[in-house]
């Protein structure tokens, strides 16, 4: 049996085919089209993945959307008239789209696969994005929370699976919605909403939640959820603002794009709303995962939707939660839905659950090498010439193996400096054109060193070694690498286990034993504004623009 699931108008859109149970193939268009968050109805990416299965669209058993677009429609037009007469320049906005390709999506998706109609099926946005956190997992039986901005009607969903069988059990209903909130919030400091949440949590580092009780009184706890007051927020599809002058009048003037960004002293007044944020959605994630132990009594946990990317929230709920194991796939956001909806579509159709599978899942790195390459005999001299310039001080981009269907790339599209010196974080990053002096970077170590230099708990190191949460570093690490911690003292480690990334783990072991600490920076091999990079043409392309020492791609380096 083969399902082939996508994901499509909203941010990063994908395709993903299960085959006899199995994740064969998996990508985002993104990677195609070279534009960052491509939401475009993934075209590329669904022929690229029936390529690597050797299939004909024709010949698939089903092809399953992550969402329902009647039901979202529904919600956009009893949106439009509950808040009549402000909503209709919002649903001018994206009219057009709905009463173009979006209603008529099955018909779509059928044309452009040459199969029946029938077999295109829909899956509500929450069932597609908890079918990918089960499957993930490897849990039979498992709670789920999940946490996102919208979907059709569901911004917030708890529920449980069983064998591969979801039973929901409580949600939120736009236009109350964490996922919103943060949104809001991110483009009230003058960042991009949908796309810099992430900078969001990182700013909050930097500042104190001076402004919590304001912000608890926005979203208040009730009957074991939340709610949002209304006035403060305008959160419907094709708003051009998320929040309303009420927002401004209560915390202060919202940052313009451009202005600069209050989160030093003296006025650190963007990393203190960050901050306050931050704190807000931590605590309110924590209520409904108590009332998600309350209603299961299960003892893991798993997190998808948006906020389920918000390491500092995953970090709270690991060490004060209610679960014993909080579990989340490599890619909980919209690209995954895709995965998660083929995977559901199999269980639909076969009657069975999936098998469990890895996310490697991507295009392999193609290419022969491009003119100056320098080709190295064997992988082993290779890492000898990596270590060799990371001891000098130099940046390395390394690129191998196949692209991982993952949020970020934990090792094969990968930019590296040795984590020695006051500013190898900044320096790294600022080669990728990333220039925040605020943002983190990973800190890839052998796993077995962690304790050495990270406080956390032992149920935590599978979200560890994913690179998932941002936990307190110890005196160790303050002393060999300051510059791994953010303001308030957290740090971003990736533990490398050596059996699971023999060469990663071989590059840190050789690091180790020329006499410096085997601790890296790492950060995904993409400028800023660009998706991460699928060939070696790509990455040669990078490198030309970036201010990277040398590039490893494949057996093969290249030096400016």
Known sequence: MRVLGLSAFQRQSAAALVVRGVAVAAVREEHFTRVLLDSAFPTHALRWVLAQAGARGSELDGVVFYEKPLRRFERVLVRTLETFPSAPRAFVRTAFAWLGERLWLRSQIAAELELAPQRVLFVDQARAHMALALHASGCEHAALLHLDDAGEWSTCTLARGDAGVLELLAEVRHPHSLGGLASAFTQ????????????????????????????????????????????????????????????????????????????Q??????????????????????????????????????????LASNRRLLARLAAQGPFERVCVAPDPGK?????????????????SAPAPSGFALGPALGASGEPGALAWASPAELRAELARRLLAGELVGWVRGPLEFAERSLSSRLALALARGPDARARLLAALQHFEPYLPARLALPAERAAEFFEFDARSTALLEQAQLSVPAREALRRVAPDALAA????????????????????????????????LFVTDLALRGAPLVRTERDALELFERSRLDVLAAGPRTYVH
């Open 188 to 263: 009230f400091v003058g960042l991009v909403a949908g796309e810099d949440e992430s900078r969001l949590e990182a700013l909050a580092a930097c500042g104190r939640p001076r402004f919590a009780a304001e912000l608890a009184r926005l979203c208040p706890e009730r009957d074991g959820a939340f709610v949002l007051e209304p006035g403060f927020f305008t959160l419907d599809d094709g708003a051009a603002r998320l929040y309303t002058p009420a927002l401004e009048a209560l915390v202060g003037p919202a940052r313009a794009p451009g202005q600069p960004l209050r989160w």
């Open 488 to 519: 308030d003292g957290h740090a971003w480690p990736q533990l490398v286990d050596a059996r699971r990334d023999p060469e990663l783990g071989d590059l840190l072991a050789r690091l180790g034993a020329a006499g410096a600490e085997p601790l």
């Open 335 to 351: 690209a995954g839905a895709a995965l998660g909806a083929a995977l559901y579509g199999y269980r639909v159709l076969a009657g």
């Open 265 to 306: 002293a003296p006025d650190a007044h963007d990393a203190d709303l960050a901050a306050s944020v931050q704190a807000l959605l931590e605590e309110r994630a924590l209520a409904l995962a108590h009332e998600l132990h309350r209603r299961t009594e299960l003892a893991c946990v798993c997190v998808s939707g948006q």
